[in-house]
C-alpha cells in the first residue's frame, strides 16, 4: 500500500472552494494537458480540442506518489505560467461533475501541490471556462531547471503508484502526436532519455 506523503496544504479546503466557484448548476469543463487527455477516468459529454492563452505544459513537477516514491521522485507535467498549451477540454454533465471533481482531487491533489485555476480555454466552437490544474514556480514540488542527465536517471528509475515517469512522459507524447499537438520540449526529453535507455 503506497505511503502519502504529508500534504502541502490540506486539499480539502481547495475541494470545497473550487466546487463553490464552479456554482453547481451549470455543466463542468475540465482541461486536460497531460494524463488527463489520454486517461480521463470519468465519463464525459463532450470533448475538445482548445487552446490556453498564458500558461504552458511543462515536465517539471516533483512526483512522490504517482510517478515515484520519496526516496526517488519522479516527474510530471504541470501547467507554467507563460506562452500557451494546446490540450483538450472535457464537459461533464452537472448531475455528476460533483463526484468527478471528488474523484479529480483523490487523483491529482493528494497532497494538494497543484493550484487549481479556471482558465479561459478556446475551441472551434468558442471559448469555454474550464478547471486546469496549474502549477507555481515558488512551489517546492517546481523542480526549476534540470540537467539531461538528471532527466536521464530520472527516466530510467522513477517509477510510482500509477507507473514510470518514462511511460507516462511517453504516453503523453504519443497521444499529443496522434492529435496533432507538437509539443517541442517535451519531444526533445523522449528523444534525449530513449537513446539512453535502449
Known sequence: MTTLPAPLRDPAPLLERTLAQWGGEQDLWVFGYASLIWRPDFDFAERR???????????????????????????????LSGGSCRGMVFRILQPQARQVLVALWQREMPTAVYDPRWLC?????GPVRALAFTLSRKSPSH???????????????????YGSTRDYAQATYDELQR???HDRALARLIALTRNKLQ
Open 49 to 79: 480540442a482548445a487552446t490556453v492563452h498564458g500558461w504552458h505544459r511543462a515536465l517539471k513537477m516533483w512526483s512522490r506518489v504517482n510517478r515515484g516514491t520519496p526516496e526517488c521522485p519522479g516527474l510530471v507535467f504541470g501547467m
Open 121 to 125: 480555454c478556446h475551441t472551434p466552437q
Open 179 to 181: 492529435l496533432g499537438i
Open 143 to 161: 523542480t526549476g531547471t534540470l540537467a539531461d542527465g538528471e532527466y536521464r536517471r530520472i527516466f530510467a528509475q522513477a517509477r510510482g503508484r
